[in-house]
């Protein structure tokens, strides 16, 4: 059975990843690694082990590591594509430093580590629709550039050290339980809010945007899916293309409004985030992970929406 440190456990993702591994593999055994002034609350906290763990700190990730008897790193420390922009050193220094850090300790303490990549690995140069598994990856973004650049150590270490890493680029990813900060697919999610609230959603990206999109519940499957894979069947390492569903703000309005309708939506484009948007894909083949570790999305736009819905609406005691 696996014991694992998941750093950046109160994030966007880590807020549901480390729930569902200890799920799995046990409570006890699902270490939350978090920040000062972003402490595990409630479940979280209350279900198990948490650590203060910066990953800019080699010390605290090698601690936690030895007092938790962990082999299973899920770095998740990263700071998002519009967030990056703005603060670029900050983003390497937690992108890359923190990385380093953590494959170091992975290194000496026999450790497999996950660090997820994104859709935005990949720059305006990059085949467009079915953007291929190995292709150029020449992002404009310091989101980007931290991204690919963790691709090229994880590697290094895999290839070099022997360190067992593994990794998926994400989509835009869409959940009801931790609100995102500072992503440039995040209009998907915050849509979904508007349409509950009752409030008209003022869209920051324009009609005929197309980005690769996807429910966190298959994000999570697959973090944990490529994890457990057999490596003897992974002809790729660092990092897979996942996808399971593209759309531009017109065609999840127009889903919504099937749900919700009256639901109102008007454009107000931000700048940053449409250049950003217009740099990435439109849409991933991911035939490599489907054929080397079974990757299958479950949920489509339909059913994500349905399942949105019905969640916020709870949230919100609106159900
Ligand atoms: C962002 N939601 O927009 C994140 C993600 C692929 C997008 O990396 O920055």
Redo the contacts with the bound molecule.
Sequence with gaps: MKNVLVIGSTG?IGSELTMKLRGIYGNANVVAGYIKGAEPKGELLESGPAEEVDITNAQQIADAVRKHKVDTIYNLA?L?????EAKPLLAWKIGIGGLMNTLEVARELKCAVFTPS???SFGPNAPKDGTPQDTIQQPRTM?GVT?VSGELLSNYYALKFGVDTRSVR????ISYVTP?G?????YAVDIYYSAVKGEKFICPIKQGTF??MMYMPDALRAAIEIMEANPERLIHRNSFNIASMSFDPEIIYNKIKEYVPGFEMVYDVDPL?QG?ADS?PNRLDDTCARMEWDWKPEYDLDAMTRDMLDKLRIKFGKS
Excluded at 80 to 84: F, K
Excluded at 170 to 173: D, H, I, K, M
């Design positions: 966007q990263a998002l594509s519009a967030v990056a994104s859709i935005g989101y991204k994400f989509p835009g990813l995102p500072g992503g440039t697919t995040d980005m690769d985030r950003i990435w």
